[in-house]
């Protein structure tokens, strides 16, 4: 014990109090070095994964942070002859009115830990929920933003983000029905496919398999329909259709091959 300006200074609970801050520091800064060790693996993986590991690495660092200097500083109190317990029981009664008062932002912060996890869409990926399509363009804790080809940005609370159908998971299919008029031979049609198929075939970036004419895919009153597909990445589909249309319309031209149209005659009556 030692007197400072009348004031009695217990030596034996200072050095513990420093002792509880050192070792505090030190097992903060070992739990921080295996969260950084174990998430700092970023071989393959895309850019907005990257980030999620990161926010991730970045939240779970902070609540460990806050978690123990809540305790060193209960150590340190109870060293001092202050009721812990009490305090402990004031902090539980204060937790649960907080926590009624804010459920919202609880379902919220939950769900947002949820999607970083498991990773059910990411930035850049396209998705629908409750009939609003768009590309995913933020993703927090709190909110999602998903932003639609019109450019309009809808923000949704994170605990809403449920029944998702998310386009970006699987590549998508180019399907384009072409209608050819019956006098054409099919020998014809099918050979101007097949030329126009190998002209095309590994030119075209957003595709990931070879074209296939699947066939007459159904008899109309005035043309036969014939369907053409290919394999695309995720959402390019509505890009290579037009492609296709636009190359199918140029081949069947060139081989006289007609694609029948509506017409009017009108006739004057003389």
Not at 1 to 10: A, K, L, S, V, Y
Not at 73 to 91: D, F, M, P
Not at 136 to 154: C, D, E, P, Q, S
Not at 213 to 234: F, H, M, Q
Request: proline share 1%; hydrophobic share 45%; with cysteine.
């Amino acid at each position: 014990m030692i007197h400072i300006f009348g004031q009695t200074i217990n030596i034996k609970i200072v050095v513990l109090s420093i002792l509880n801050i050192i070792i505090g520091y030190g097992i903060f800064r070992i739990i921080k070095r295996v969260i950084i060790k174990t998430t700092d693996r970023k071989k393959g993986l895309k850019t907005t994964q990257i980030q999620r590991i990161n926010t991730f690495r970045t939240l779970i660092i902070n609540l460990f942070k806050y978690i123990i200097i809540v305790l060193v500083i209960l150590s340190i109190l109870s060293l001092h002859g202050v009721n812990v317990k009490s305090i402990l029981a004031g902090l539980g009664i204060g937790t649960a009115l907080i926590g009624l008062a804010l459920q919202d932002l609880a379902k919220d912060l939950i769900a947002g830990f949820s999607i970083i996890i498991e990773g059910e869409y990411e930035v850049g990926d396209t998705i629908e929920i409750d009939g609003f399509k768009g590309e995913v363009t933020y993703i927090g804790l709190r909110t999602t933003r998903i932003r639609n080809y019109k450019g309009a940005t809808k923000i949704i609370a994170n605990h809403y983000m449920d029944n998702i159908i998310n386009y970006s998971d699987n590549n998508s299919l180019a399907v384009v029905d072409i209608a050819v008029a019956y006098e054409c031979k099919e020998e014809i049609i099918e050979k101007t496919f097949e030329d126009l198929f190998k002209k095309l075939n590994g030119t075209i970036p957003e595709t990931t398999k070879d074209i296939e004419l699947w066939g007459v895919n159904s008899l109309s009153d005035s043309a036969v329909i014939y369907r053409v597909v290919v394999e695309t990445k995720p959402m390019k589909q509505a890009k290579v259709e037009r492609l296709l249309r636009k190359e199918i319309k140029i081949a069947f031209d060139k081989a006289g091959i007609k694609i029948p149209y509506n017409q009017i005659e009108v006739h004057n009556g003389k």
